[in-house]
Structure formats: C-alpha cells, structure tokens
C-alpha cells in the first residue's frame, strides 16, 4: 500500500514515516508542507493520505476539500492536534474518512490505515478495470 503522510513536526513525521514502514510494510512519501500535498496526491497514486490539519501554507482540511472536489479517490486520514467535536465533524465533512487525535497509538494508525485501504483499493481496482487495466 503507498501512502503519502503530511505532518510538518520533523520528529512526529520521521518516526511515523518509519514506523509504516516498519510495522505496516507501507510504502510511505512525507511531505512537510501544505502547499506539497495536493500536487504529490494529484500527482501519484496513493491509497491513504495521512493528512495533519495545521500544515504551513494551506491547511490539512482545505487540502481534503480541494481534493475531493477534483475528484481524488484515495483514502483521507486526518491527524491532528484539533480534538473538539466540532473540528472532527468539520474533517469528515471536508472528506476525509477517519479522522484520528494526537498522541495516537501506532498500533491504532496502522489499523485505521488498514481499514481505510480495504475500502480504496477494491475503488481503485474498479477503476482500473473501467479502462482495461490491472494491478
């Protein structure tokens, strides 16, 4: 599964990059600025998009905003500080398909990461077949 992880705290990025990798046998590609995020998704298949909501440049939920309303398929993760009801209801919303608060336990990302990617890429997959293409 190829994921694309959005989260400026150098620290939180390089251990959470690492621990897809290792834990979950993940191909993973980190992005630190809001800005990046939408041109790598747009850019590049990825399956899930872990998605921080307090990026520099444009923010995680205008960016799964944007990405819905050009049609990006792939599965949308919020990670975020941002705990209140109302900015949960706000996330799911703008698109994403789970959203989780920091700190987070490893082993529940990568089971919401698994969660979300058994429904994109059976989506994927039908979208592939639609042209004649395969995996």
């Not at 979950?24 to 990825?46: I, K, L, N, R």
């Not at 941002?82 to 900015?87: E, H, I, L, S, T």
Request: glycine residues 8%.
């Amino acid at each position: 599964m190829n994921i694309l992880l959005a989260e400026d705290d150098v620290r939180l990025g390089e251990l959470t990059a690492h621990l897809l990798k290792r834990k979950g046998g993940y191909q993973v590609e980190w992005v630190t600025q809001g800005d990046d995020v939408y041109e790598y998704a747009m850019a590049s298949h990825y399956d899930v998009l872990i998605l921080d909501w307090m990026l520099p440049g444009e923010e995680g939920v205008q960016i799964c905003n944007r990405l819905r309303k050009d049609g990006y398929t792939g599965a949308i993760i919020m990670l975020t500080a941002k705990d209140a009801v109302q900015d949960r209801v706000i996330g799911l919303d703008a698109g994403a398909d789970d959203y989780l608060v920091k700190p987070f336990e490893v082993d529940e990302l990568l089971a919401r990461v698994r969660a979300v990617g058994a429904v994109t890429l059976p989506r994927f997959r039908s979208k592939l077949s639609k042209y004649k293409l395969s995996l």
